[in-house]
């Protein structure tokens, strides 16, 4: 809850953010030197950052972060093609300085999300669209590094899930149930 309040308030404050020099607060985070610095909530201390290359003549946007709590660290980061098209981003859920969930993207539409769980640092959980939409996840409950649970989508909506109860990395022919 706390995230979606804070991505709430990032979304609007947005729309009225100020460039500010990046001489003010924390230190510049790794990753962004040279990046653009915006104060969305006013206190004076980038909250978002835009980085820029040159290509063929023109600046184009190549990253984007956002500090989505204002406690001075990154939260979400947002990498670009040279064409500026949007190809995946990387979130801190939980605010631990650690990559949570990293969404891929295709034709700005999502096409794969990976989802640590447990918060181990290891995606656990994975995530398939299509334009989109979900068709499928598959997730490693256990922890041993196999997948042993998927999900079956139509239309975005779950219609089976199947498990694998004897460690084979393949579901049971009984494992599956129709929702």
């Given at each position: 809850?706390?995230?979606?309040i804070a991505?709430?308030?990032?979304l609007v404050?947005?729309?009225?953010s100020q460039q ?7 230190k510049m985070?790794a990753?962004l030197?040279g990046a653009?610095?915006f ?18 003549g ?20 947002r990498f670009?093609?040279v ?17 949570d969930?990293t ?8 096409a794969?999300?990976e ?22 996840a ?9 997948i ?13 899930r ?10 049971d022919?009984?494992g599956w149930?129709?929702?």
């Amino acid at each position: 809850m706390k995230w979606m309040i804070a991505t709430t308030a990032l979304l609007v404050a947005c729309g009225s953010s100020q460039q500010v020099s990046t001489n003010k607060g924390p230190k510049m985070p790794a990753g962004l030197e040279g990046a653009q610095a915006f104060d969305i909530n006013g206190d004076g201390v980038p909250d978002v950052w835009k980085v820029f290359a040159e290509q063929d003549g023109k600046q184009v946007l190549t990253k984007k972060a956002f500090d989505i709590n204002f406690d001075g660290k990154v939260d979400v980061w947002r990498f670009y093609s040279v064409e500026g098209v949007l190809e995946r981003d990387r979130m801190d859920m939980d605010f631990d300085g650690k990559v949570d969930v990293t969404t891929f993207y295709e034709g700005d539409l999502v096409a794969r999300k990976e989802v640590d769980i447990e918060f181990d640092e290891k995606p656990d959980l994975f995530k398939y669209f299509d334009k989109g939409v979900i068709v499928r996840a598959e997730a490693d409950t256990d922890g041993d590094g196999r997948i042993d649970y998927w999900e079956q989508y139509e239309e975005g909506t779950l219609k089976r899930r199947g498990t694998d109860e004897d460690g084979d990395g393949k579901p049971d022919p009984d494992g599956w149930r129709d929702v």
